[in-house]
């Protein structure tokens, strides 16, 4: 347990951000399952759609340190690549 008052705030302030982040993180999978949803669909006009709305979350989520900034833009160049070869 935390002793001094500055060592009990940075804890607050862990939990805090702690909930912000899987908040975000859960966000993040969503916007990505989404996209994967319609590929498995075989929807491209729906999977463009999403990647679209997915793009700039996976992004900002990476800018706020929720995931990597590689692995944001691994996964949009990944979902963009399977877009872009479907029939």
Same mark, same amino acid.
């Given at each position: #347990?935390? =002793? ?9 302030? #862990?939990? @805090?951000?702690?909930?912000? =982040? ?10 990505? @399952? ?10 491209? *006009? ?26 944001? *833009?691994?996964?949009?160049? @990944? ?6 070869? #479907?029939?």
């Amino acid at each position: #347990m935390a =002793n001094t008052s500055s060592a009990k705030k940075a804890t607050r302030k #862990m939990l @805090r951000r702690t909930e912000i =982040n899987k908040s975000r993180r859960s966000q993040f999978k969503s916007q990505v @399952r989404k996209v994967e949803e319609a590929l498995a669909a075989g929807d491209k *006009a729906a999977a463009r759609s999403a990647l679209a709305a997915a793009e700039p979350v996976l992004v900002r989520h990476a800018q706020k340190g929720v995931v990597h900034k590689k692995t944001a *833009a691994r996964k949009v160049s @990944r979902l963009a690549a399977r877009i872009k070869t #479907m029939a």
